[in-house]
């Protein structure tokens, strides 16, 4: 028989269980580090200054390979009143109909073709 499959379930991780969670306070720089693990395992990962170095798909030691440094941007609220959408401008596209294009017909033996038909401009 094969392995037992896991499913989440949320009800079986009510909110109550977890503390709450008032103010944070995020430091204005991190630290971030493109890691890679073995050959034989090939993961690779952004690693956060001060996080684990483990693999979290063989468990091996994972190799930091380029390090860089990240300014965070001030604080917006994301959650509740007075919080503020940081969605970027979508472009729009033209509103401009497609131009219909003449069909590709196989001739029957014995069959003259039928002629193309001519596509208007709009």
Do not use: W
């Not at 952004?46 to 063989?58: H, K, L, N, P």
Request: some cysteine; aromatic content about 8%; charged content about 25%.
């Amino acid at each position: 028989m094969g392995a037992k499959t896991t499913i989440f379930h949320p009800k079986d991780y009510p909110l109550r269980d977890y503390p709450k969670v008032r103010a944070v306070e995020f430091p204005s720089e991190l630290t971030v580090a493109y890691a890679v693990c073995s050959r034989k395992c090939g993961s690779r990962q952004f690693i956060v200054d001060g996080s684990t170095q483990v693999c979290e798909y063989c468990g091996c030691l994972m190799f930091r390979t380029e390090v860089r440094r990240y300014i965070l941007e001030p604080a917006i609220r994301a959650f509740g009143k007075g919080a503020k959408s940081r969605r970027a401008p979508q472009k729009k596209k033209p509103n401009k109909a497609l131009e219909p294009t003449p069909g590709s017909v196989t001739c029957r033996a014995d069959a003259r073709p039928a002629p193309v038909p001519v596509v208007a401009h709009l």
